[in-house]
């Protein structure tokens, strides 16, 4: 992932997938205070055209959700993705970016394991539908414990479910609205219900990791069982598409702020 966030001429970059100037970190920080106080004060006089949250280990508090309120209603955007049973901490995040708290921890269901939901058929959305491929009808995967990610029982006026928080095999006493992926175009906001974005290789055959890139950071797809075999239905094997939709959310981001008038001008 980081070869495809950092110019490698392969996924974003002159020669890219996405053909764009360069594309680069302004900062890292795994303190929620600290990236609030950069959000409102900017860094080295400079705003990030794109926030990538991934809260496993900075779960959200009041301060880091006003200052990503801040940011979005003046132009920036923010691909987030949750860290384990942390309900209430994401809440608050939405009342602060929404108004709402529909946040909860996804039932326990069938299988517990590397839990896979699978793409709306929305092939007229980029993200699902975007530069790095169509992932309709594909899966996004789990890559732990299924039960302490957070999904939504209603989303925000306007918002987009890419993938319902139900599946056939384990997750079927949840209901089909409930969300564990979708997106905000208003606020420029993408939400992931696990931090799996964290969590990749280049190899195919760990569950653990379920995003897929190459060495030079281009996704790729594999094949994969959803859950652990321990009663119930027996998961399917499916086609895993975490990678695809985390770089097809990227770049739909990209060109918002690029074209729409984002925080930073260009």
Same mark, same amino acid.
């Given at each position: 992932?980081?070869?495809?966030?950092?110019?490698?001429?392969?996924?974003?970059?002159?020669?890219? =997938?996405?053909?764009?100037?360069?594309?680069?970190?302004? $900062?890292?920080?795994?303190?929620?205070?600290?990236?609030?106080?950069?959000? /409102?004060?900017? &860094?080295?006089?400079?705003?990030?055209?794109?926030?990538? &949250?991934?809260?496993?280990?900075? !779960?959200?508090?009041?301060?880091?959700?006003?200052?990503? +309120?801040?940011?979005?209603?003046?132009?920036?955007?923010?691909?987030?993705? !949750?860290?384990?049973?942390?309900?209430?901490?994401?809440?608050?995040?939405?009342?602060? =970016?929404?108004? =709402?708290? @529909? +946040?909860?921890?996804?039932?326990?269901?069938?299988?517990?394991?590397?839990?896979?939901?699978?793409?709306?058929?929305?092939?007229?959305?980029?993200?699902?539908?975007?530069?790095?491929?169509?992932?309709?009808?594909?899966?996004?995967?789990?890559?732990?414990?299924?039960?302490?990610?957070?999904?939504?029982?209603?989303?925000?006026?306007?918002?987009?479910? =890419?993938?319902?928080?139900?599946?056939?095999?384990?997750?079927?006493?949840?209901?089909?609205?409930?969300?564990?992926? $979708?997106? /905000?175009?208003?606020?420029?906001?993408? &939400?992931?219900?696990?931090?799996?974005?964290?969590?990749?290789?280049?190899?195919?055959?760990?569950? $653990?990791? @379920?995003?897929?890139?190459?060495?030079?950071?281009? @996704?790729?797809?594999?094949?994969?069982?959803?859950?652990?075999?321990?009663?119930?239905?027996? @998961?399917?094997?499916?086609?895993?598409?975490?990678?695809?939709?985390?770089?097809?959310?990227?770049?739909?981001?990209?060109?918002?702020?690029?074209?729409?008038?984002?925080?930073?001008?260009?």
């Amino acid at each position: 992932r980081v070869a495809a966030l950092t110019n490698s001429n392969k996924s974003f970059g002159p020669d890219g =997938i996405v053909k764009i100037k360069e594309f680069t970190s302004l $900062w890292v920080t795994t303190d929620v205070n600290d990236a609030a106080t950069k959000l /409102n004060n900017g &860094y080295n006089g400079q705003y990030p055209d794109i926030v990538l &949250y991934f809260a496993y280990g900075a !779960s959200p508090n009041d301060n880091i959700s006003k200052a990503l +309120a801040s940011y979005i209603n003046r132009g920036g955007a923010i691909i987030y993705g !949750s860290s384990d049973n942390t309900a209430s901490a994401v809440n608050v995040l939405m009342n602060g =970016i929404f108004g =709402i708290s @529909p +946040a909860q921890n996804q039932i326990s269901g069938t299988y517990s394991n590397a839990d896979g939901y699978q793409v709306n058929n929305y092939t007229d959305n980029k993200v699902i539908n975007g530069p790095f491929g169509n992932t309709a009808g594909l899966y996004w995967v789990e890559d732990s414990s299924s039960s302490n990610s957070i999904v939504m029982s209603s989303l925000p006026d306007g918002s987009v479910q =890419i993938c319902p928080a139900s599946n056939t095999w384990s997750k079927m006493k949840q209901s089909p609205t409930t969300s564990i992926v $979708w997106m /905000n175009d208003a606020k420029n906001f993408i &939400y992931f219900g696990d931090s799996v974005a964290t969590s990749s290789n280049t190899t195919a055959g760990d569950v $653990w990791y @379920p995003a897929r890139y190459t060495s030079d950071g281009v @996704p790729f797809y594999f094949i994969q069982q959803y859950g652990t075999q321990n009663g119930g239905a027996t @998961p399917p094997w499916g086609t895993n598409a975490n990678s695809f939709l985390e770089l097809n959310s990227v770049a739909y981001l990209i060109k918002k702020v690029a074209t729409e008038g984002g925080i930073n001008p260009h």
